[in-house]
């Protein structure tokens, strides 16, 4: 599954990075120049400068929960 999100500030990153550390499956931000693991604050704190990101999730995981707390940074 995959989303279209936005990062703008560290501190959504950091939000974001709390929110990915909740669950036990695989979650990745993949922008332009790479990609990071949503679970590593560092990966996500080089994302911060892109307009635009895909959070990327394993088709295999029930992620309806994950829907509602990343709401605020779906690109809509």
Not at 66 to 71: F, P, S, T, V, W
Request: some cysteine; hydrophobic content about 40%.
């Amino acid at each position: 599954m995959t989303f279209n999100i936005r990062i703008p500030t560290s501190e959504e990153a950091q939000k974001l990075n709390k929110i990915a550390e909740k669950y036990p499956f695989d979650i990745w931000v993949h922008g332009k120049t790479g990609y990071a693991d949503a679970k590593s604050l560092l990966g996500l704190m080089l994302c911060t400068i892109e307009t635009e990101l895909k959070l990327v999730v394993e088709d295999d995981v029930d992620i309806r929960q994950l829907e509602k707390d990343i709401d605020c940074f779906l690109v809509k």
